[in-house]
Structure formats: structure tokens, C-alpha cells
């Protein structure tokens, strides 16, 4: 079955610090990775996705991440962090070739301090 | 396009009544997904539909639950009769062909049942 795995429940990092918010998987085919952002009160949206390709995934708002298939890992990056960058984080897969069914992480709080 | 519609945004019942949450997806996504978010277990998928047709509901949690899509521009979740544990955030997610693009997530329907 697969998995998605958010060690850190809660991820502190002062302002313009780099931030990681990690995420490992376990899947038993190829995997297709998403993260997604969730403020709140409000649904969660869309920021990058690893299909196949370049290992480094450039999305929305400056976030990136790597797609790292030895360590079934894909984590968040941010250069420098924003305060407006405080909010939930999830980590989500799906098995390429598979049908639609997503699972999700358990999500990770950043909280960005001024 | 306006996204994802769900409505209401929230919803007070007591218990032993019936609940019916709607959404909207967005026009031409041919999947439609229904999530609940709780603090104790995160983001659990209840059902998906494929063209209008429900493909797995093992996620839906009991007999109390059922859910229906009509047509391509409408959906409904229903829970009768309602319970205090099924207070929750309920959101409607859809997604063209594979999915390989993300999923739109609606704002969700905060739903206490009392």
C-alpha cells in the first residue's frame, strides 16, 4: 500500500532563514508527488508536483522541492521564508499507472517567525 | 472558472438530523473526490467518482454516509442520521483525466454536529 510520511509536526524557521519541511514515501510502483499548502480556514491548494524529469521541482510562491528515489524522499524547500509563508503543508502521492486515489500526509504546521 | 463550489461553508445540526453538503466541481474535470479533515486523523478520502460514476467508496465510514453526483456540475454527501463525531471539515476536490496536474480543492463545509 502506499504512504506518505511527514516526520515533523510543526516546523520553526525565523524570516528570510531557508525552510525544509520533509516528506518521505513508500510506494511499490513509480510515484507521482504533490505538495500542497492549506491557510487557514480555506482548502488546500496546489503548489508542485514530481511526475518524472528534472529531480528538482520548481512551483508556486518560490517553493521547490527534491525528488530523492534512493531515500523515497521529497521534501520542501524555500530559499529565504516569509511570514505569509506560515500555514499547513502536505505531502501527497499517487502510483503512476494507478487509478485516481491520492493519499496524503498528515501535514506539517510552518510556522515563520518575524 | 469560479473553482470548486461547495456550500454551506458552515453547518450547525443537532444530532440525529440529516446533513447534505454540496459542491460544484469544476466544469470539464472529469473526477470529483470528497475529504474529510480532522485534527485526530488528517485528510481521509470518503469517495471518488469517475464520469459521474462512484469508483471506490471504501473510505465513506459507515452506513450513515452515502453520497451521489447526478451529473458532471453536481454533487452531494449526505449523512442521516448525524452524529457528534462526524463534526469535521468536509471538502470536495476535482481533477481532469489522470490527475497528473493536482487536484482544485473547495474552501470545505465546517460541519458541528451538536
Known amino acids: 500500500a502506499q504512504s506518505v510520511a511527514q516526520p515533523e509536526d510543526q516546523v520553526n524557521v525565523a524570516e528570510g532563514n531557508p525552510l525544509t519541511v520533509k516528506c518521505t514515501y513508500s510506494v511499490s510502483g513509480n510515484p507521482y508527488l504533490f505538495w500542497y499548502v492549506q491557510y487557514p480556514n480555506r482548502g488546500l491548494q496546489f503548489l508542485l508536483k514530481?511526475?518524472?524529469?528534472?529531480?528538482l521541482v520548481k512551483g508556486s510562491y518560490g517553493f521547490e522541492a527534491e525528488f530523492n528515489k534512493s531515500q523515497t524522499s521529497f521534501h520542501l524547500k524555500k530559499p529565504s521564508a516569509l511570514v505569509s509563508d506560515s500555514a499547513l503543508y502536505f505531502c501527497a502521492v499517487i502510483i503512476t499507472g494507478g487509478y485516481q486515489k491520492v493519499t496524503f500526509g498528515i501535514g506539517t504546521k510552518l510556522q515563520v517567525i518575524p | 472558472d469560479a473553482g470548486v463550489i461547495q456550500s454551506p461553508r458552515h453547518e450547525v445540526t443537532e444530532m440525529g438530523q440529516e446533513v447534505t453538503l454540496r459542491c460544484k466541481p469544476i466544469?470539464?474535470?472529469?473526477?470529483l473526490f470528497w475529504y474529510r479533515q480532522t485534527m485526530m486523523r488528517g485528510l481521509e478520502l470518503l469517495i471518488y467518482?469517475?464520469?459521474?460514476?462512484?469508483?471506490?467508496d471504501s473510505g465513506m465510514p459507515e452506513d450513515r454516509f452515502s453520497a451521489k453526483m447526478p451529473n458532471a456540475s453536481f454533487s452531494t454527501l449526505k449523512i442521516q442520521p448525524s452524529e457528534p463525531r462526524d463534526s469535521a471539515v468536509y471538502f470536495c476536490?476535482?481533477?481532469?483525466?489522470?490527475?497528473?496536474?493536482?487536484?482544485?480543492f473547495g474552501s470545505g463545509t465546517r460541519l458541528t454536529v451538536v
Open positions: 476536490a476535482s481533477s481532469p483525466g489522470t490527475g497528473r496536474g493536482g487536484y482544485t
Open positions: 514530481y511526475i518524472t524529469g528534472d529531480n
Open positions: 467518482f469517475n464520469n459521474n460514476v462512484p469508483i471506490d
Open positions: 466544469s470539464g474535470h472529469d473526477y
